[in-house]
């Protein structure tokens, strides 16, 4: 079992940052991928970003070029550092991981707000 927590949402104005980060607990050596996802009230699920065990990153693109999603392996945590943040990024913002053999099942965190306004 694999327990995700998130931190690090809020409000802040358009054209500011903000870190999110991703605790990640259990059994950590049985995860690969790991990225987040968002959700804005009334609207589908949209993935964000991933990385995957030997680094590679990928992005949406309506946040590449702004986001950056990393991994500290060390401190078992995923981060999400979000800058030129608009409007429209604002979300609850879900961490998850997916394990390395099968049955590949996915785990989520609880999730974190992050809203965009001036």
């Known amino acids: 079992q694999v327990q995700l927590v998130e931190s690090g949402g809020g409000l802040v104005q358009p054209g500011g940052s903000l870190r999110l980060s991703c605790g990640v607990s259990?059994?950590?050596?049985?995860?690969?991928?790991m990225g987040w996802y968002r959700q804005a009230p009334g609207k589908q699920r949209e993935w964000v970003a991933r990385i995957l065990s030997g680094g590679t990153t990928n992005y949406a693109d309506s946040v590449k070029g702004r986001f950056t999603i990393s991994r500290d392996n060390a401190k078992n945590t995923l981060y999400l550092q979000m800058n030129s943040l608009k409007p429209e990024d604002t979300a609850a913002y879900y961490c998850?991981?997916?394990?390395?053999?099968?049955?590949?099942?996915?785990?989520w965190g609880q999730g974190t707000q992050v809203t965009v306004s001036s």
């Open positions: 998850y991981a997916i394990e390395r053999v099968t049955p590949y099942r996915t785990y």
């Open positions: 259990g059994s950590i050596s049985s995860i690969s991928t």
